[in-house]
């Protein structure tokens, strides 16, 4: 079973593949540009003591972002 939740709610060392990016405008083409588009596996290595940015691994790189911007990804979690 699968579930589809914020890219902000995924807890460290949790896997999913991307579904959407509802970001629009500048935000938009920033997000996609760091290769955070629909259909890619994507890794919560490590988040900030205050839980804001949290870093992810994505196509063998490693990325930060901000909660507010990870609001705009809904990322597919499967569960066992």
Same mark, same amino acid.
């Given at each position: 079973?699968?579930?589809?939740? #914020? *890219?902000?709610?995924?807890?460290? #060392?949790?896997?999913? $593949?991307? /579904?959407? =990016?509802?970001?629009?405008?500048?935000?938009? &083409? &920033?997000? /996609?540009? $760091?290769?955070? @588009?629909? #259909?890619?596996? @994507? /890794? @919560? =290595?490590? /988040?900030?003591? *205050?839980?804001?940015? =949290?870093? *992810? &691994?994505?196509?063998?790189?490693?990325?930060? *972002?901000? #909660?507010?911007?990870?609001?705009?990804?809904? @990322?597919?979690?499967?569960?066992?």
């Amino acid at each position: 079973m699968s579930a589809i939740i #914020n *890219l902000r709610k995924m807890q460290l #060392n949790q896997t999913g $593949m991307i /579904r959407s =990016v509802r970001a629009t405008g500048e935000l938009g &083409r &920033r997000i /996609r540009d $760091m290769g955070l @588009v629909p #259909n890619t596996e @994507v /890794r @919560v =290595v490590g /988040r900030a003591p *205050l839980k804001d940015p =949290v870093a *992810l &691994r994505i196509m063998d790189f490693t990325i930060t *972002l901000r #909660n507010n911007e990870a609001d705009h990804i809904s @990322v597919e979690i499967q569960e066992d």
